[in-house]
């Protein structure tokens, strides 16, 4: 009797006996999950509980526990992990020593992912839609099917297309994977014979990138050294938010600030009072998008004091003669002055303390380059950190070493796949409209809806989510609604997979193979593996493993490719890593670290004409000659300020929309993790909202006060949230941060707050491709 | 005896809040709702404040990570009407959580916030841990798996390290620390003995300026701020 009343003492959760609990007696628990099992079929989905009732006292302590190597995917960063697993729950998270990026730090994101894996709304087996009709807010009715019928279906599909020789009409949509699935993701459009492989960089930092190409041939991000760094100007970069790796900003800023013998200056430059700004030594507002100008008049009073780095400009760059020229003749400190609203000596003491400081950082933030114009932002950035000689060097700018997978067999084209690639692609990168671009995500709506260059049948979405991470959700929304039949694969029901025919359900990175690698990361390469810590849930299956599956079924050159890789996702990542280090070693130690970084390859290190650094970019002129007469414009080739156009008119929209992202929702899919939600705004001291953030005199003048309801209102839309009156905000903008206001799932997350990207208008950065998330204007008002 | 002190470094806080979040994965601490952070009823053993002063655009927003401070003169243990709070001999204040009788005393009297009440029964989680007491004499304050609806919870300096650290010989401070010292990405948090002189806590108190939270009320907390 003794023992029988212990044991459902304990079920009921009484960490002592006798003391008041939660009510769930083991008879009951049967109950319920006999029940649960019922509703299945009414619900659609079964929702899994989050709960453990049935563990056995002490299997679940961390004295019995194992640490299992991988890696997180919360954001692309992609931090090396440690997870401790004890009876058969995943309980903690910490960082991989052995990981260099971080040196074995993590964000909180890291320790979040508890709730990402046991979210209890995830989705555990194949759904198909029974509500024929598509949109937002409409209950797809889902019903649960069999994987078997799940996959018939689409194999079927994807081999109509291939017959009909029409394997263009696939678009494959790609978000936050991990790399091994990015590989495989590529592998099997190649195979398949679609151009159309769109992922999520057009609405991240494509301009940085094209900026950064143009002058030395990178078309990467770049990464830095930080350790030895003396001098940090952010150009509306969140360093501790929202720039990755994030964990290694987080990291360093602590060996930066007090862990060597000179205390890094970090100077903030963004129209917002960012956490990052509240931690720097100085925030300097500046009027929006007008960044380029700041580092320009930077480069003048740089050039004019003779502070730059003489040797490394003569030896190693091209073009500074016509940069000097531009910089002394245009951007004179006064002069930009009146552009950026910085006062003149500011600028000048600002610019005086990057050149006199070695070596110094100047780093360009989303709130710099996603804008019209924002290659050239990013272009003028980079210029300054090679005019102060901070390009491969000790505290510098680091080229990105990549790691030496083994070699995949060539995919060989089958003449299906050789007539689908004769076709243009969707996103129309590369062409005249966007002549620098590599994925020009935000174009794929408009594709759909205008139905060119062709009409898509079918699509495939892997962890994508763009119609709420993309401006203009909206014409997202209406381009889904077009596609005959979208198949969406993730573990949880996106505001995306709204717009599904059927939803597989995917593994998150907790039940997976995979290798993994930061671009940025620590300038030598680095190598992350992801292994399974705990069964999947429900009945998810991993993205390798569905596309190994597809790949067998749809017979051709698909199949082909996929032989002799592995066989599986475990496989796959065991074949790629092989020339890498032996696999229980990888299993074990969940990292592989590349040769230490070597300095100052400049006779190498330059993809450009010249082989070196160039203030005029041979590059794109070389590009703008192979395009020949098929580019729109005149397109300059230095660095430069353009006047900024908006979209919304000034006088009917006063103010600029200022969307930003913090850490706890920086590169996410779903905010339903109410340890995320709690506590999302440090900064403002609130969770569970998305406030919209004013000056006060602004506020004044619109006669607003503190918790007021609004609208904000832009020439595309309008969202509702409450006034937030801040100190910390340009006059002129309003701030909203992102990743709030989802409407499909989630306990934790469905209705709260808002999101802007469903006002902000679609405009590009043209060279690149880049999303402009900055320029649309709004008006706010009571609501 | 020991001294068990923290010293946080708010130049090098980031302000990521991996603290507060791994507070609670190693504690099993309940996660808060929307209703309950507008009616404060949110539990937290360790969070951030912000405190901004200024006006644009000359602002400052100091963010202040705040576990418990473990006094050395706590008012919340001289007004526990039912013993249920008191100071080990290491300094450590501990909740006893089976003579708590809820009467929140404990929480008006804390000049920090520290202290949260259990308004509900808290769910059981997979993630959680449910480790089992040492022995007999850890039983009392033992905070796993979770604690009853009906009394008053807050950080222990994560205890349950540091006394199996002692057992086996290891050093506190160093090889064992709280959960948020080890989670803080910056490395801006030292625990240790704050008697021992060749502590790194004393250390950086010696060599810096630092503060602490409310000292007019002489509390003598033992979580000590290094001015940025």
Same mark, same amino acid.
């Given at each position: 009797?003794?023992?029988?009343?212990?044991?459902?003492?304990?079920l $009921?959760?009484?960490?002592?006996?006798?003391?008041?609990?939660?009510?769930?007696?083991?008879?009951? !628990?049967?109950?319920?999950?006999?029940?649960?099992?019922?509703?299945?079929?009414?619900?659609?989905?079964?929702?899994?509980?989050?709960?453990?009732?049935?563990?056995?006292?002490?299997?679940?302590?961390?004295?019995?526990?194992?640490?299992?190597?991988?890696?997180?995917?919360?954001?692309? =960063?992609?931090?090396?992990?440690?997870?401790?697993?004890?009876?058969?729950?995943?309980?903690?998270?910490?960082?991989?020593?052995? $990981?260099?990026?971080?040196e074995?730090?993590?964000?909180?994101?890291? @320790?979040?992912?508890l709730?990402?894996?046991?979210?209890?709304?995830?989705?555990?087996?194949?759904?198909?839609?029974?509500q024929?009709?598509?949109?937002?807010?409409?209950?797809? #009715?889902?019903?649960?099917?069999?994987?078997?019928?799940?996959?018939?279906?689409?194999?079927?599909?994807?081999?109509?297309?291939?017959?009909? !020789? #029409?394997?263009?009409?696939?678009?494959?949509?790609?978000?936050?994977? $991990?790399?091994?699935?990015?590989?495989?993701?590529?592998?099997?459009?190649?195979?398949?014979?679609?151009?159309?492989?769109?992922?999520?960089?057009?609405?991240?930092?494509?301009?940085?990138?094209?900026?950064?190409?143009? =002058?030395?041939?990178?078309?990467?991000?770049?990464?830095?050294?930080?350790? &030895?760094?003396?001098?940090?100007? $952010?150009?509306? =970069?969140?360093?501790?938010?929202?720039?990755?790796?994030?964990?290694?900003?987080?990291?360093?800023?602590?060996?930066?600030?007090?862990?060597?013998?000179?205390?890094?200056?970090?100077?903030?430059?963004?129209?917002?009072?960012?956490?990052?700004?509240?931690?720097?030594?100085?925030?300097?507002?500046?009027?929006?998008? /007008?960044?380029?100008?700041? %580092?320009?008049?930077?480069a @003048?009073?740089?050039?004019?004091?003779e502070?730059?780095?003489?040797?490394?400009?003569?030896?190693?760059?091209?073009?500074?003669? &016509?940069?000097?020229?531009?910089?002394?003749?245009?951007?004179?400190?006064?002069?930009?002055?009146?552009?950026?609203?910085?006062? %003149?000596?500011?600028?000048?003491?600002?610019?005086?303390?990057?050149?006199?400081?070695?070596?110094?950082?100047?780093?360009?933030?989303?709130?710099?380059? %996603?804008?019209?114009?924002?290659?050239?932002?990013?272009?003028?950035?980079?210029?300054?950190?090679?005019?102060?000689?901070?390009?491969?060097?000790?505290?510098?700018?680091?080229?990105?070493?990549?790691?030496?997978?083994?070699?995949?067999?060539?995919?060989?084209?089958?003449?299906?796949?050789?007539?689908?690639?004769?076709?243009?692609?969707?996103?129309?990168?590369?062409?005249?409209?966007?002549?620098?671009?590599?994925?020009? /995500?935000?174009?794929?709506?408009?594709?759909?809806?205008?139905?060119?260059?062709?009409?898509?049948?079918?699509?495939?979405?892997?962890?994508?989510?763009?119609?709420?991470?993309?401006?203009?959700?909206?014409?997202?929304?209406?381009?889904?609604?077009?596609?005959?039949?979208?198949?969406?694969?993730?573990?949880?029901?996106?505001?995306?997979?709204?717009?599904?025919?059927?939803?597989?359900?995917?593994?998150?990175?907790?039940?997976?193979?995979?290798?993994?690698?930061?671009?940025?990361?620590?300038?030598?390469?680095?190598?992350?593996?992801?292994?399974?810590v705990?069964?999947?849930?429900?009945?998810?299956?991993?993205?390798?493993?569905?596309?190994?599956h597809?790949?067998?079924?749809?017979?051709?050159?698909?199949?082909?490719?996929?032989?002799?890789?592995?066989?599986?996702?475990?496989?796959?990542?065991?074949?790629?890593?092989?020339?890498?280090?032996?696999?229980?070693?990888?299993?074990k130690?969940?990292?592989?670290?590349?040769?230490?970084?070597?300095?100052?390859k400049?006779?190498?290190? !330059?993809?450009?004409p010249?082989?070196?650094?160039?203030?005029?970019?041979?590059?794109l002129?070389?590009?703008?000659?192979?395009?020949?007469?098929?580019?729109?414009?005149?397109?300059?080739?230095?660095? @430069?300020?353009?006047?900024?156009?908006?979209?919304?008119e000034e006088?009917?929209?006063?103010?600029?929309?200022?969307?930003?992202?913090?850490?706890?929702?920086?590169?996410n899919?779903?905010?339903?993790?109410?340890?995320? #939600?709690?506590?999302?705004?440090?900064?403002?001291?609130?969770?569970?909202?998305?406030?919209?953030?004013?000056?006060?005199? /602004?506020?004044?003048?619109?006669?607003?006060?503190?918790?007021?309801?609004?609208?904000?209102?832009?020439?595309?839309?309008?969202?509702?949230?409450?006034?937030?009156?801040?100190?910390?905000?340009?006059?002129?903008?309003?701030?909203?941060?992102?990743g709030?206001? @989802?409407?499909?799932?989630?306990?934790?997350?469905?209705?709260?707050?808002?999101?802007?990207?469903?006002?902000?208008?679609?405009d590009?950065?043209?060279?690149?491709? #880049?999303?402009?998330?900055?320029?649309?204007?709004?008006?706010?008002?009571?609501? | 005896? +020991?001294?068990?002190?923290?010293?946080i470094?708010?130049?090098?806080?980031?302000?990521?809040?991996?603290?507060?979040?791994?507070?609670?994965?190693?504690?099993?601490?309940?996660?808060?709702?929307?209703?309950?952070?507008?009616s404060?009823?949110?539990?937290?053993?360790?969070?951030?404040i912000?405190?901004?002063?200024?006006?644009?655009?000359?602002?400052?927003?100091?963010?202040?990570?705040?576990?418990?401070?473990?006094?050395?003169?706590?008012?919340?243990? *001289?007004?526990c009407?039912?013993?249920?709070?008191?100071?080990?001999?290491?300094?450590?204040?501990?909740?006893?959580?089976?003579?708590?009788?809820?009467?929140?005393?404990?929480?008006?009297?804390?000049?920090?916030? +520290?202290?949260s009440?259990?308004?509900?029964?808290?769910?059981?989680?997979?993630?959680?841990?449910?480790?089992?007491?040492?022995?007999?004499?850890?039983?009392?304050?033992?905070?796993?798996?979770?604690?009853?609806?009906?009394?008053?919870?807050?950080?222990?300096?994560?205890?349950?390290?540091?006394?199996?650290?002692?057992?086996?010989?290891?050093?506190?401070? *160093?090889?064992?620390?709280?959960?948020?010292?080890?989670?803080?990405?910056?490395?801006?948090?030292?625990?240790?003995d704050?008697?021992?002189?060749?502590?790194?806590?004393?250390?950086?108190l010696?060599?810096?300026?630092?503060?602490?939270?409310?000292?007019?009320? +002489? *509390?003598?907390?033992?979580?000590?701020?290094?001015?940025?």
């Amino acid at each position: 009797m003794g023992a029988k009343r212990d044991m459902d003492d304990h079920l $009921s959760g009484a960490d002592e006996k006798g003391g008041r609990c939660s009510r769930l007696s083991r008879r009951k !628990f049967l109950k319920l999950t006999a029940m649960a099992g019922l509703s299945v079929g009414a619900i659609g989905i079964h929702k899994q509980s989050d709960s453990a009732p049935s563990v056995q006292p002490g299997d679940a302590s961390t004295a019995k526990g194992r640490w299992i190597s991988t890696s997180c995917l919360n954001c692309p =960063a992609r931090c090396g992990i440690t997870v401790k697993v004890a009876g058969e729950k995943a309980i903690q998270i910490k960082g991989n020593r052995s $990981s260099l990026i971080s040196e074995g730090e993590i964000c909180p994101r890291g @320790h979040i992912g508890l709730q990402v894996l046991y979210d209890p709304e995830r989705i555990l087996s194949p759904l198909k839609r029974s509500q024929p009709e598509k949109g937002k807010g409409i209950a797809p #009715q889902w019903k649960p099917i069999s994987w078997d019928q799940a996959i018939e279906e689409i194999v079927g599909k994807l081999r109509t297309l291939r017959d009909t !020789f #029409q394997p263009h009409h696939l678009l494959l949509l790609s978000g936050l994977n $991990s790399r091994s699935n990015e590989d495989l993701l590529s592998r099997f459009a190649e195979a398949f014979g679609t151009p159309n492989l769109v992922s999520g960089d057009g609405l991240d930092r494509e301009a940085e990138k094209t900026g950064n190409w143009m =002058a030395d041939g990178h078309f990467d991000a770049c990464a830095y050294d930080l350790d &030895q760094t003396n001098y940090l100007l $952010s150009f509306g =970069a969140d360093l501790l938010e929202s720039t990755p790796p994030v964990a290694r900003w987080l990291r360093k800023w602590g060996r930066l600030r007090r862990e060597k013998p000179t205390r890094t200056k970090v100077v903030d430059v963004q129209p917002r009072y960012s956490l990052t700004a509240s931690k720097s030594d100085e925030w300097i507002p500046i009027k929006p998008g /007008t960044d380029a100008a700041l %580092a320009m008049a930077m480069a @003048h009073v740089i050039i004019r004091e003779e502070l730059f780095d003489h040797s490394f400009v003569k030896e190693w760059t091209v073009g500074f003669d &016509q940069y000097r020229q531009i910089a002394l003749q245009h951007y004179a400190p006064e002069t930009v002055s009146k552009i950026t609203g910085i006062p %003149a000596e500011t600028i000048r003491r600002i610019a005086g303390e990057f050149g006199r400081t070695r070596p110094a950082l100047a780093i360009p933030g989303k709130g710099a380059i %996603a804008w019209p114009g924002g290659s050239y932002t990013s272009y003028a950035i980079h210029c300054l950190n090679a005019l102060v000689g901070s390009i491969d060097v000790p505290g510098g700018i680091l080229y990105q070493e990549s790691p030496g997978y083994r070699a995949v067999p060539n995919v060989a084209y089958d003449e299906i796949a050789r007539k689908g690639f004769e076709q243009p692609s969707l996103d129309l990168h590369g062409t005249e409209g966007f002549p620098a671009a590599q994925v020009v /995500t935000n174009q794929v709506p408009r594709s759909l809806l205008e139905g060119k260059p062709y009409p898509i049948k079918m699509a495939i979405g892997f962890n994508s989510n763009f119609n709420m991470t993309a401006p203009a959700t909206g014409q997202w929304e209406e381009a889904l609604k077009k596609i005959p039949f979208y198949v969406h694969v993730a573990p949880f029901i996106s505001e995306m997979a709204e717009f599904a025919d059927l939803v597989l359900p995917s593994t998150t990175f907790f039940e997976e193979w995979g290798y993994d690698h930061s671009s940025p990361g620590a300038g030598s390469a680095e190598v992350r593996i992801k292994q399974p810590v705990v069964q999947p849930i429900g009945d998810s299956k991993s993205i390798g493993d569905i596309l190994f599956h597809l790949a067998e079924r749809v017979p051709g050159g698909v199949t082909k490719a996929f032989k002799d890789v592995g066989g599986s996702a475990e496989g796959f990542v065991r074949f790629r890593t092989s020339s890498l280090l032996p696999w229980e070693e990888f299993l074990k130690k969940g990292v592989w670290k590349g040769p230490a970084y070597e300095y100052g390859k400049y006779p190498r290190i !330059f993809h450009t004409p010249s082989k070196k650094f160039e203030f005029v970019s041979g590059n794109l002129r070389a590009l703008q000659i192979k395009k020949g007469r098929s580019v729109k414009e005149e397109i300059p080739s230095s660095p @430069h300020y353009s006047d900024l156009k908006w979209l919304g008119e000034e006088g009917q929209y006063p103010l600029v929309l200022f969307p930003y992202q913090p850490l706890l929702t920086f590169g996410n899919g779903s905010q339903n993790y109410p340890w995320a #939600q709690e506590i999302f705004l440090p900064l403002q001291g609130v969770g569970w909202v998305s406030p919209a953030e004013i000056n006060s005199e /602004t506020a004044r003048s619109l006669n607003l006060r503190d918790r007021d309801e609004v609208w904000i209102e832009s020439p595309f839309g309008k969202i509702r949230t409450r006034v937030k009156v801040s100190e910390g905000v340009h006059p002129g903008i309003v701030c909203i941060p992102c990743g709030q206001g @989802h409407t499909s799932y989630g306990k934790w997350q469905k209705g709260i707050g808002c999101n802007p990207n469903e006002v902000i208008g679609i405009d590009f950065d043209v060279l690149s491709g #880049q999303s402009a998330f900055f320029n649309t204007r709004v008006k706010i008002y009571k609501a | 005896m +020991a001294k068990w002190g923290m010293v946080i470094d708010l130049d090098k806080c980031v302000g990521c809040q991996a603290c507060v979040v791994s507070c609670k994965e190693e504690n099993n601490v309940p996660h808060g709702s929307p209703e309950e952070q507008r009616s404060r009823r949110e539990i937290y053993w360790h969070k951030m404040i912000a405190a901004t002063k200024g006006k644009y655009p000359y602002v400052r927003t100091e963010l202040i990570p705040m576990p418990c401070m473990h006094c050395e003169h706590p008012p919340c243990v *001289t007004v526990c009407p039912a013993k249920a709070t008191f100071q080990r001999d290491d300094g450590i204040v501990v909740q006893y959580y089976r003579r708590c009788i809820g009467c929140k005393y404990c929480m008006v009297a804390c000049p920090y916030g +520290a202290r949260s009440f259990n308004y509900k029964a808290q769910e059981p989680k997979a993630y959680q841990r449910q480790d089992e007491p040492p022995d007999r004499n850890s039983w009392a304050p033992w905070p796993f798996p979770v604690r009853t609806q009906g009394v008053v919870e807050k950080c222990t300096f994560c205890f349950h390290r540091i006394d199996q650290g002692l057992k086996e010989g290891k050093k506190i401070g *160093t090889e064992v620390v709280p959960a948020c010292v080890e989670a803080c990405p910056s490395h801006a948090r030292t625990f240790g003995d704050l008697d021992d002189p060749q502590s790194p806590v004393a250390q950086l108190l010696a060599s810096r300026a630092s503060f602490r939270l409310r000292e007019e009320l +002489a *509390t003598r907390p033992k979580v000590i701020y290094l001015s940025r």
